[in-house]
């Protein structure tokens, strides 16, 4: 059994003396990891670093065997988030919460492509915090978990829509909310996509995707906690607004 394809390197871990066992993500095979021997030596080493796009040939000898890749670079982008702290958070929130969420050899073409254009994105820190806001709903979106947010869930308007049912994922007007209004998730224009997308709103919608991240998809993958490395970058972003 084989394939070969391009990539992004999603995590890496050490397997034995001289190996390492990668996490990758493809348009076509989606999810995948595999052996890639002398992954730890002075000319492998340097290529696996998450983020990174390779072009990946994955052999092995029956289908469900871990198998094993040879790698080649396609694109480093460890240079967009040198010495850039918030640059090299991002990147790290997003190869952390795809090996969270991504079920293993499932394709997800659209949110891999997605996932490219966002990372092609980092250091550019005027956009990219926007930018993975919506790659966080479209997240959302291909795991199952997509927000409505083109209408009131109790009113059936799209005037003054302000609130998201954390329970349904809907949005809420401010007439619609009435006395439950604490109890509802905010919804700042820039989630809906209008507006002129202040960071401080940018804030605000990461706290109404965090909650449907913790409290629909976690669940649903067996209340595997969300990595802290997606804490990390939204903290780092929250402190620079």
């Known amino acids: 059994m084989e394939w070969r394809g391009t990539a992004i390197l999603l995590s890496v871990r050490r397997h034995g003396e001289t190996s390492a066992i990668i996490d990758v993500f493809s348009e076509e095979k989606g999810r995948h990891a595999g052996v890639v021997r002398g992954g730890t030596s002075r000319k492998v080493a340097p290529i696996l670093q998450p983020g990174a796009q390779l072009d990946v040939a994955w052999r092995a000898r029956l289908e469900d065997h871990i198998g094993s890749f040879v790698v080649e670079p396609v694109r480093s982008r460890a240079a967009l988030v040198m010495g850039d702290r918030l640059a090299l958070a991002g990147l790290n929130a997003v190869t952390s919460v795809l090996c969270f969420c991504l079920p293993e050899r499932e ?27 919506r790659w966080e709903v479209a997240l959302l979106e291909e795991m ?4 409505d947010l083109s209408a009131c869930a109790v009113t059936g308007g799209t005037e003054d829509l302000a609130y998201v049912s954390p329970k349904t994922g809907r949005a809420v007007s401010r007439t619609g909310a009435g006395t439950w209004a604490d109890r509802l998730l905010p919804l700042p224009d820039v ?21 449907f991240l913790n409290n629909h998809l976690a669940p649903d993958l067996g209340n595997k906690p969300l990595p802290d490395a997606r804490a990390r970058f939204v903290d780092a972003f929250t402190r620079t607004v």
Request: proline share 6%; glycine share 14%.
């Open 144 to 147: 199952g978990f997509g927000l």
């Open 107 to 133: 394709a997800h073409g659209p949110l891999y492509r997605r996932t490219e254009q966002l990372l092609d994105l980092l250091g550019q820190n005027d956009v990219w915090p926007l930018a993975y806001l």
């Open 191 to 211: 989630l809906r996509g209008v507006g002129d997308a202040p960071d401080s709103e940018v804030v605000q919608a990461l706290e109404t995707t965090g909650y």
